[in-house]
């Protein structure tokens, strides 16, 4: 089986902009997860979505928003960056054994 | 508040020496741990979960209730352990996981 997708691996973004962040599960995975990795604040919960609704939520503002599509597929994006949000931004999927998370790559967002 | 606590950053280790990586965790209910690890250049993985009760790679952890402690063990460190490992704790039986801020691990041959 394929892994855990993400695009894109690396990107740059000025402040005040927006950002889309991509996640591709492995096939059969229904549950999506996002995750910020900072130096600072190590890994931290965005949210879960499973079945397109939403199913956990983390301690991010607003600003901070996710959906999943049909397939699985999932999307998160960032609006009106700051330069704290700068980060390694890692999704993850689950097959169904709670805690167990297939990772992927991450997506290193830089906010300048 | 659901908090993990990994107090060191870094254990470097002789091959052959036993390793232990620490991890105290605060939560109020039931819980369930895990000890996740990035080798260089690989991604994020699983590596154990308590309820297995199993070992993986020759490393062992016991949930300590009493302790609140779920510590990483392995009796003789390898060069290929050498790695980023993390200890995390599941809110409430679901996929939202609260990690500790990680060991970094060095297996000196």
């Known amino acids: 089986k394929a892994g855990v997708t993400q695009t894109p691996r690396y990107l740059i973004k000025t402040r005040g902009q927006q950002v889309t962040l991509s996640c591709s599960p492995i096939s059969g995975h229904r549950s999506v997860s996002w995750y910020q990795q900072t130096p600072g604040q190590g890994l931290q919960f965005l949210f879960e979505?499973?079945?397109?609704?939403?199913?956990n939520k983390g301690n991010f503002p607003g600003r901070f928003s996710g959906r999943q599509f049909s397939n699985s597929r999932s999307e998160m994006n960032v609006s009106t960056l700051e330069l704290g949000d700068s980060a390694l931004y890692l999704c993850?999927?689950?097959?169904?054994?709670?805690?167990?998370?297939?990772f992927g790559e991450g997506s290193r967002l830089t906010v300048l | 508040a659901q908090r993990v606590t990994q107090p060191e950053k870094l254990l470097s280790v002789f091959k052959g020496a036993p390793v232990e990586l620490k991890c105290n965790y605060s939560?109020?209910?039931?819980?369930?741990l895990f000890w996740y690890v990035q080798y260089s250049r690989q991604r994020l993985q699983l590596l154990l979960r308590?309820?297995s009760r199993e070992s993986i790679k020759g490393f062992t952890a016991d949930l300590n209730k009493g302790e609140t402690s779920f510590h990483l063990k392995k009796p003789f460190a390898q060069e290929e352990d050498s790695a980023m490992y993390y200890c995390?704790?599941?809110?409430?039986?679901?996929?939202?996981?609260?990690f500790g801020k990680g060991n970094q691990v060095v297996v000196i041959p």
């Open positions: 995390a704790l599941s809110y409430y039986g679901n996929n939202r996981l609260a």
């Open positions: 993850a999927s689950n097959g169904g054994d709670t805690g167990e998370l297939f």
């Open positions: 939560y109020s209910g039931s819980p369930e």
């Open positions: 979505y499973f079945s397109e609704t939403q199913r």
């Open positions: 308590h309820i």
